[in-house]
């Protein structure tokens, strides 16, 4: 069981930027792949980026179309956290963003392909 714990959302202007933070407990973080998605209101949930796990000692980040460029995902192992980078946020990036993990490394942009989620935190881009 993998419990995560989603920080750093909030108010920021257009062209600003954001950290988001997702402490994980359990002790093979190591082992997880890790995402970050967002829902906006009335939208469905989607996948913004990936920190994503070979299955041996290697790991690579995957981004939304939408987050290239302008994102970076990251994780220190020792912490068990990941962290998503945000810059040049634009008001389409307002929403809810969850932190996810899944164990192993076969994945999907699919919410579905993750087992385990945190409650959300909600990053606001004002015009």
């Known amino acids: 069981q993998v419990q995560l714990v989603e920080s750093g959302g909030g108010l920021v202007q257009a062209g600003g930027s954001l950290v988001l933070s997702c402490a994980a407990s359990?002790?093979?973080?190591?082992?997880?792949?890790m995402g970050w998605f967002r829902q906006a209101p009335g939208k469905e949930r989607e996948f913004v980026a990936a920190?994503?796990?070979?299955?041996?000692?290697?790991?690579?980040?995957y981004y939304a179309d939408s987050a290239k460029g302008r994102f970076t995902i990251s994780r220190d192992n020792a912490k068990s956290t990941v962290t998503l980078r945000m810059s040049s946020l634009k008001p389409e990036d307002t929403a809810v963003y969850y932190c996810?993990?899944?164990?192993?490394?076969?994945?999907?942009?699919?919410?579905?392909?993750?087992?385990?989620w945190g409650q959300g935190t909600q990053v606001t881009v004002s015009s």
């Open positions: 359990g002790r093979t973080f190591s082992s997880y792949s």
């Open positions: 996810a993990a899944k164990y192993g490394n076969t994945w999907s942009q699919q919410p579905s392909s993750f087992n385990y």
């Open positions: 920190h994503l796990w070979d299955g041996d000692s290697t790991y690579y980040a």
